[in-house]
């Protein structure tokens, strides 16, 4: 939509990307809004040829703009602000619709900063998206999320809608009290900043068709990195900050989440923190050693030595450290 159109329009916030170019035909519009749902069960997820009219549509552009608002959030490297963001579409709305639909649409690179861990144990870096591309990172978002969201793993609760750190406990404490005490308790060492970036594409590449859309996710993933006012290029990691940064790492961990699944074990996943529950220490002992070798060689991840440990559970009380390596 344009901004003369916008202006006539004051209680409209968000821009109308076009759906279609003037060029297409009806029935081509017609069969971009058609949905996967009914067909999820006989066909591949990668039967999405047309993600990107659906991420430019009007009221999915509506709830980014509501969503990225309601985050607040600091500038990035533009300095665009999250009050500065609406004007900004409506003026250069259709453009953007045009990049996005073209494959042409390029991020910025985004800004570091470090914050304090939570538990004090040191920094954790954070990549600040532009409000723009936080804007698109959510739009997109919302496209994928409702059509990923329900093939991940039912023992992973991070990031994902319905689901919470609570219910993680909650199944926790349901292993220990079946008599699966021991834990191994592993989480992956800077697992944001060392994402392999060709496994994570040719994951989305299962499941998504349309090359617009692959090719709008790698730009993000290379869009590099300004820190103390110089840019680098990053060829691995998905920067902690984007709307679509934890999406992409449930992927990447839900190959973690099956093979786990295949094994057998019980287990609880909470972002790049993951618990296995077993019935002995020898058990334990062995699970840990082959998962972390597992993740290691297939995942081309690594795990955090410093805080890998077999504890033992008791009740629902509590957990004790009683080894770790």
């Given at each position: 939509m344009s901004g003369q159109r916008q202006k006539n329009r004051p209680e409209q916030e968000v821009l109308a990307f076009p759906a279609e170019s003037r060029s297409d035909a009806p029935r081509a519009a017609e069969q971009g809004?058609?949905?996967?749902?009914?067909?999820r069960k006989s066909e591949s997820l990668a039967g999405t040829e047309r993600l990107m009219e659906e991420v430019c549509e009007l009221e999915n552009c509506k709830q980014a703009l509501q969503r990225v608002k309601a985050n607040k959030g600091s500038p990035g490297v533009d300095g665009?602000?999250?009050d500065e963001l609406s004007e900004y579409l409506k003026q250069h709305g259709l453009k953007i619709g045009e990049q996005l639909r073209s494959g042409t649409y390029q991020p910025q690179p985004v800004r570091r900063v470090e914050i304090p861990k939570p538990d004090g144990s040191g920094m954790r870096k954070l990549g600040i998206p532009c409000v723009l591309d936080r804007f698109v990172q959510q739009a997109v978002l919302q496209v994928l999320q409702k059509r990923w969201d329900p093939t991940f793993s039912e023992h992973s609760h991070g990031f994902r809608p319905g689901r919470s750190a609570k219910q993680a406990v909650h199944k926790a404490q349901q292993y220990i009290a079946e008599g699966y005490r021991w834990v191994v308790d592993l989480d992956l060492e800077k697992f944001f900043d060392r994402v392999n970036h060709d496994r994570l594409l040719a994951a989305v590449a299962e499941r998504v068709a349309d090359k617009r859309m692959l090719k709008l996710i790698r730009a993000f993933l290379e869009a590099g990195v300004m820190e103390d006012g110089l840019v680098s290029a990053v060829d691995e990691g998905t920067p902690q900050g984007g709307p679509l940064s934890p999406l992409l790492s449930n992927l990447v961990l839900d190959e973690l989440d099956?093979?786990?699944e295949r094994r057998g074990h019980y287990f609880v996943r909470y972002a790049d923190d993951c618990n296995i529950y077993v019935s002995s220490e020898r058990a334990g002992q062995r699970v840990m050693e082959s998962?972390?070798?597992f993740i290691t060689h297939q995942l081309q991840l690594k795990v955090n030595q410093t805080s890998l440990a077999l504890r033992r559970g008791f009740g629902n009380r509590h957990v004790e450290p009683v080894a770790s390596v």
């Amino acid at each position: 939509m344009s901004g003369q159109r916008q202006k006539n329009r004051p209680e409209q916030e968000v821009l109308a990307f076009p759906a279609e170019s003037r060029s297409d035909a009806p029935r081509a519009a017609e069969q971009g809004t058609e949905t996967l749902m009914a067909k999820r069960k006989s066909e591949s997820l990668a039967g999405t040829e047309r993600l990107m009219e659906e991420v430019c549509e009007l009221e999915n552009c509506k709830q980014a703009l509501q969503r990225v608002k309601a985050n607040k959030g600091s500038p990035g490297v533009d300095g665009m602000t999250v009050d500065e963001l609406s004007e900004y579409l409506k003026q250069h709305g259709l453009k953007i619709g045009e990049q996005l639909r073209s494959g042409t649409y390029q991020p910025q690179p985004v800004r570091r900063v470090e914050i304090p861990k939570p538990d004090g144990s040191g920094m954790r870096k954070l990549g600040i998206p532009c409000v723009l591309d936080r804007f698109v990172q959510q739009a997109v978002l919302q496209v994928l999320q409702k059509r990923w969201d329900p093939t991940f793993s039912e023992h992973s609760h991070g990031f994902r809608p319905g689901r919470s750190a609570k219910q993680a406990v909650h199944k926790a404490q349901q292993y220990i009290a079946e008599g699966y005490r021991w834990v191994v308790d592993l989480d992956l060492e800077k697992f944001f900043d060392r994402v392999n970036h060709d496994r994570l594409l040719a994951a989305v590449a299962e499941r998504v068709a349309d090359k617009r859309m692959l090719k709008l996710i790698r730009a993000f993933l290379e869009a590099g990195v300004m820190e103390d006012g110089l840019v680098s290029a990053v060829d691995e990691g998905t920067p902690q900050g984007g709307p679509l940064s934890p999406l992409l790492s449930n992927l990447v961990l839900d190959e973690l989440d099956r093979e786990l699944e295949r094994r057998g074990h019980y287990f609880v996943r909470y972002a790049d923190d993951c618990n296995i529950y077993v019935s002995s220490e020898r058990a334990g002992q062995r699970v840990m050693e082959s998962v972390t070798r597992f993740i290691t060689h297939q995942l081309q991840l690594k795990v955090n030595q410093t805080s890998l440990a077999l504890r033992r559970g008791f009740g629902n009380r509590h957990v004790e450290p009683v080894a770790s390596v």
